[in-house]
């Protein structure tokens, strides 16, 4: 049977490479396909207007990412538009969401086997195409909605660099490549933002091949330098629109880690996560929603924590500078992992995530290029091995790990199912991270379950103390539980750092006349309508303060609602008043009312 399933490789080894990575795609990512929405789909996609609402195809390019509920922070306009379509499709439901995920996740694989079959021999390339489609550490990307734009963006990235490298290696680049590369560009552009990073790649191709594998003559250089001038025109015209759509060019909010430090400061704190990138790309066998302290470490001076990190970056430098003086193909695969990590490396501009295991689908296509031509390289000395139980036991070995991470990858999936699931998950695997209380806090406090959300969001303060969301969110609890003598600290705190934190101020309002001290109340409401803040909120604070500083007698000549003759009533029963709640951490969408 082995002799035969040989020979029909022999005679065509694209058919079945493209079966086999299809298989191996679909069986590590099909699982997740009844999954609901989770973590940031719910404000991306539900709460979203411009997601449950199809609209004209130049209002996405004229909105940000976000939409409403956030505010302007990000530009993906091809994202938020495809998933518009897919919830018109679904009329809401998350299963086109799941099924376009999927879909592009087994295509993504694919254009990752082209991009090696360029480089490699054809079974070196099949071995890194398998083991990059079963690669756990892609599981969120796929799982959870919003990663799709992770694939929407690699996809034309590798679609460009394979049809570049083509064209390079028969010589000068064709105008149809041009075209292609072009639109390629564009289009990742304006699904994530770190499509900006093609222009380099092509360059660390150029730089690592021009002389060996490319074809180094006047016309080859000159189509190249044609197709530089058409990336640069269309960069500027993005960074543009991009700063015209914002008002500026910065990303998301920076994690709370990294809120107020310096970029020398965020160089300590990423080369101490480095081995953190390490595990991930090459032996995912844990796996994280998130990465907060204290889980991993924030160092922000030099430390021995740096060491491991400082000795993983010195052997990849050295890794690279072997390549690029014996084998083009590891320097080239060493170059793509550095570029791509870059934009998420925080160095230039903080993100919204310390380690995020779905933006690490594109380095991770340098991971598979290295480990198919370790395989490339090891073929040879392994067939002429004398002991043929070590002939065999490798490739039983290596089709043992592929198959373990299929499983894995496929069983996570499902860990994604809702937000329950995977922040429950979260604080089990990671009970050390401070976020994962602090979400699951935020989850409870939703649901009515006052008790368990002040149990996390303690334990989350404990862990990171002074991050005034999850003050925010603690005192929110609190004032729930009609503790407003306890939520009223937390709510100054708050407010010394954020004074125009409008959510705690209303928060604040509410306790001061709960607690009867209504002249201060006043103040406040009067403060927050000063400020431009909501009108709602607080002109309802203020008429609640002024009647009932008539009815108890408190009144004077400045009481807006004595003299407009408001009803005076005198009573002993307790102030109730409606207050805010959100979950400001799960998706800051806008302030709802409602009664405590």
Known sequence: MIARWKASWERDPLRWSLFLVLLVALASSTSGLGNLFAYDD????????????????????????????????????????????????????????????????????LAVLALLRVLLPKGAALIGALFWAAHPAHVEAVANVVGQSEMLAALPMLIAVTVYMIDRRAGALRVRTLAVVGVCFAFALLTKEHGILLPALLMAAEAAFRGRAFADDGEGRARAWLLARILLLELVVYLAVRYLVLSGFAGDAPHPALEGLGMGQRVWVMVA??????????????????????????????????????????????????????????????????????????????????????????????????????????????????????????????????????????????????????????????????????????????????????????????????????????????????????????????????????????????????ARRLSEARDEALRGLGLGRSSGPFGLLLQKAESSLVATDTVDIRNRWFRAGGKVSKSDERLRVPVLYVRPSLSGQRSRMRQP
């Open 42 to 109: 719910v404000p991306m996609l539900v709460e979203n207007p411009m997601v449950n609402r199809l609209h004209a195809p130049w209002a996405y390019l004229t909105d940000s990412y976000w939409g409403p509920t956030r505010g302007n922070s990000l530009y993906r306009p091809i994202t938020v538009m495809a998933f518009a379509l897919e919830w018109a499709v679904g009329k809401g439901s998350p299963f086109p969401f799941h099924l376009a995920n999927v879909v592009l996740y087994a295509l993504t694989s």
């Open 273 to 514: 996560l480095v081995p953190e990138f390490v595990r991930l790309l090459w032996w995912p066998a844990a796996l994280y929603a998130d990465y907060s302290p204290q889980m991993v470490p924030v160092l922000t001076s030099p430390s021995l924590g740096h060491l491991a990190g400082a000795l993983w970056l010195l052997l990849t430098f050295g890794l690279l500078m072997y390549g690029w003086r014996r084998d083009r193909i590891v320097a080239f695969a060493v170059l793509w992992m550095g570029l791509a990590l870059g934009p998420i490396s925080n160095i230039l501009v903080a993100t919204g995530v310390l380690v995020a295991e779905r933006t690490l689908c594109l380095a991770s296509v340098g991971v598979a290029l290295l480990l198919g031509r370790g395989c490339d390289l090891a073929r040879a000395p392994l067939a002429a091995f004398p002991k043929r139980w070590v002939r065999v036991a490798l490739p039983a070995l290596a089709a043992l790990l592929l198959v373990s991470a299929v499983a894995q990858s496929a069983d996570r999936q499902r860990m994604w199912m809702d937000n329950p699931t995977i922040f429950s998950t979260t604080v089990v695997d990671a009970p050390t991270n401070f976020r994962a209380h602090y979400v699951l806090g935020e989850l409870f406090g939703g649901l009515g379950a006052r008790e368990r959300a002040e149990k996390h969001l303690r334990t989350a303060d404990s862990l990171y103390p002074g991050y005034d969301l999850v003050e925010l969110s603690l005192a929110r609890v609190l004032h729930f539980e009609d503790r407003c003598a306890e939520a009223l600290p937390l709510y100054d705190i708050v407010l010394s750092k954020r004074p125009d934190a409008e959510i705690a101020r209303v928060g604040r309002t509410a306790c001061l006349l709960e």
